[in-house]
């Protein structure tokens, strides 16, 4: 075999694996499955949880409506006159989709500058950073799923100024996020149990 048929061989192998590295995981309603499939999500969710409080079900949820799990998760893109693209909808980016402001508030106070949206531990680790903070500045405790995720979605301060009660389609969005979080939280304790 050719040296240059080895290299597309070699590059080829390596895009597939860095684009399973970004794909969502198999079963979507099924917390055992997910973790079962990626190992690495559930000692970045195990990590946050020791370290913030955050519970697993709660993150896994958010991380859920926000990014479906795809890691390289962006916004749609916007389009002039229905077919010119203009750019994206928002900055937000990876598991958490943390705009690129929050994202570098983050950076600088925990993360450090080679965190990365795309990497499920600093993206766990960004929001369980984001929902603690949303403790100490609103007062909704971390195991209130549903204010969080209103929080996490409009920030903290549009939290504070209820710049949610106008979205009915985000309030019924924050109630889709507490029920999935409470199926998590049931199927995670069934597979603990095995």
Not at 128 to 147: C, F, H, K, Q, S
Not at 167 to 178: D, F, H, N, P, Y
Request: glycine share 8%.
């Amino acid at each position: 075999m050719s040296s240059f048929l080895r290299a597309l061989v070699f590059l080829a192998l390596l895009g597939s694996c860095a684009s399973r590295e970004y794909s969502a995981p198999r079963d979507l309603d099924n917390a055992c499955a997910i973790l079962s499939e990626r190992p690495e999500y559930r000692r970045a969710f195990k990590k946050v949880e020791q370290k913030y409080g955050v519970p697993m079900p709660a993150m896994m949820a958010i991380i859920y409506q926000e990014s479906k799990f795809i890691g390289n998760n962006r916004p749609p893109h916007q389009y002039a006159l229905g077919v010119i693209p203009v750019g994206r909808q928002s900055s937000a980016v990876g598991y958490s989709q943390a705009l690129d402001g929050t994202w570098e508030e983050y950076q600088d106070q925990v993360g450090g500058s080679r965190a990365k949206r795309e990497d499920i531990n600093a993206a766990s680790d960004f929001m369980g950073w984001y929902m603690t903070a949303t403790v100490r500045e609103t007062g909704v405790p971390l195991t209130d799923v549903r204010n969080q995720y209103l929080a996490y979605h409009d920030g903290r301060s549009g939290y504070m100024r209820g710049t949610w009660r106008s979205k009915s389609w985000l309030i019924r969005i924050a109630g889709e996020v507490e029920a999935r979080a409470l199926l998590y939280d049931a199927q995670l304790r069934s597979c603990r149990k095995r």
